[in-house]
């Protein structure tokens, strides 16, 4: 306290300042209190901008990653030539190139890293199938196709019976489906024969005993049997019946028997009619070598 005691020129007063120390310690704890408080928040901030600023960071190695790789082959890990080029990928048997584009996350529709296919904003599809994937893939993806109209599985390396057949004097190129109850016609051909068609529901039995029903017309189709006799043949239209048919060499089977190429000629492209069971007794097209009957090639 002395240093409290201040002598003044009047000797005979002095004055004592007191000083209280209750509420001191209550003060500086709330003051460290709210300090601290203030600390956590700051620390929070700054481990969410860490985390923030972490994240931007991947994003932007991701997409220069991708940037990257779009034009490069990830199979050779290479800038020589691009992945949709690449012959080593291409020749790999289709589980092996089915592993190596899921291992490397690669999109299906155009075979660059980054984005799976349906976030691809190419505008790519399959030149064999016209589907969602990339031509280099298709054997992978695709399977036998089942022609539910005709009642028969149809595979890629199947012969299929199928000749020309006159309407009047224009060439149909049919195939012959023994296993179905039906004859049907392609829409675009009934048109082009200036064919006129009822109405009806028709009913069609799928692969897996699967029935749907559908609207359709049916037609009466003029055909022209081996002796000239036209015959009417009632046929539902359709808008496709199976895939087109491919081109097959007869040479040698004409030399086999003996006989000449175009006897034997078997038609190629689209099938616009399907003669099913129904109408299988009926020997339609041009007159053939007393060998032959043609009933489908």
């Known amino acids: 306290m002395n240093s409290d005691v201040r002598v003044t020129d009047n000797a005979s007063k002095a004055r004592v300042h007191a000083t209280s120390f209750d509420s001191e310690p209550e003060s500086l704890t709330t003051a460290v209190t709210k300090l601290q408080g203030k600390q956590e928040k700051i620390e929070e901030c ?3 901008l860490t985390k923030q600023m972490s994240t931007l960071a991947e994003n ?12 490069e082959c990830w199979y050779h890990g290479t800038n020589a030539h691009d992945i949709t080029k690449c012959s080593g990928f291409q020749r790999l048997a289709n589980n092996d190139k089915m592993d190596a584009v899921r291992q490397m996350g690669a999109c299906f529709r155009c075979l660059r890293l980054g984005h799976v296919g349906r976030q691809c904003t190419r505008s790519v599809s399959c030149s064999e199938c016209g589907r969602n994937h990339h031509w280099m893939i298709h054997s992978c993806l695709s399977k036998p196709e089942a022609h539910a109209s005709s009642n028969v599985l149809s595979w890629s390396k199947a012969l299929l019976m199928i000749s020309s057949v006159y309407s009047n004097a224009y060439p149909i190129t049919t195939l012959w489906d023994p ?3 039906m004859n049907l016609i392609t829409n675009r051909m ?10 009806i529901s028709l009913e069609v039995t799928r692969v897996g005993n699967v029935c749907s029903k559908f609207e359709t017309l049916e037609y009466n189709v003029p055909l022209n049997d081996c002796h000239g006799n036209i015959h009417n043949v009632r046929a539902c239209g359709i808008s496709e019946i199976t895939s087109e048919a ?5 040479t040698s089977v004409a030399a086999l028997w003996g006989i000449q190429d175009k006897d034997i000629a078997r038609p190629h492209g689209k099938i616009d009619l399907l003669i099913g069971a129904q109408s299988r007794y009926l ?3 041009p007159k053939t070598p007393e060998k032959f009957d043609i009933l489908g090639s």
């Open 46 to 48: 700054m481990i969410n």
């Open 190 to 199: 009934a048109k082009h024969l200036g064919l006129k068609g009822r109405s």
């Open 283 to 285: 020997k339609f097209g």
């Open 60 to 71: 932007i190695q991701r997409t220069e990653t991708g940037v990257k790789n779009s034009s």
């Open 246 to 250: 491919r081109p097959v060499d007869t």
């Open 179 to 181: 296993g179905s109850d």
